[in-house]
């Protein structure tokens, strides 16, 4: 071998290399990633499953219709709930910022869908998903989010509302008050959640 040949073949790995690094080592096929997933989704939720949530964002990525499903969507909303306490604190700051991130970059429909289908269909963890969804602050949510309030709520989540910064919400927790014979006055209601504030 001369030396010229043998000075190129070094370079010939670091290029290779190079290119790896640069395209992000990622392959692992959609179907290696979909097999994360589908675990995860019979358990109903993400918590303790980061691989999974990892997983979803990879497919989110590439564009993949797996990650868009109402079963994913659903699971993440609740992984996100089981994450906050009857106080809206995180219980995991670092997990519940990977599905909250993730989470916005669905588009804002398909999560307000998700967002009422688990209010109605969960009343175990409604108050969290509802919390979730205040969290989240989503454009055009707070109507669905105050449809949810009248036939669900009660008198803290209307608390909640009231008090989540947001005109809208703060309107249907006023409406909800109104009808079942409440008088809002000023001072420390239930404050546990901000519009838009992770």
Partial sequence: MSHAAHGRFPLWIFLSLSLAVFTGCDSETDDQ??????????????????????????????????????????????????????????????GARSVYDLLKRYDDGVVVDGLVRKVISDAQTRLHVLFLGVKLGIHGSEERLNTVLDQHGDKQMAEDFLNSGSTKLYEGGKSWAASHGYYISEGMGSHRVSWGDF
């Avoid at 993949?64 to 995180?90: I, N, S």
């Fill in 33 to 94: 990633l979909l097999a994360k997933v589908n675990p995860a989704i019979g358990a109903g939720h993400f918590r303790k499953q980061s691989e999974a949530v990892d997983a979803i964002s990879r497919l989110l990525s590439r564009g993949h219709p797996g990650a868009r499903t109402p079963q994913v969507v659903d699971c993440l909303l609740t992984t996100g709930a089981v994450l906050l306490t009857d106080d809206a604190e995180w219980t995991d700051r670092s």
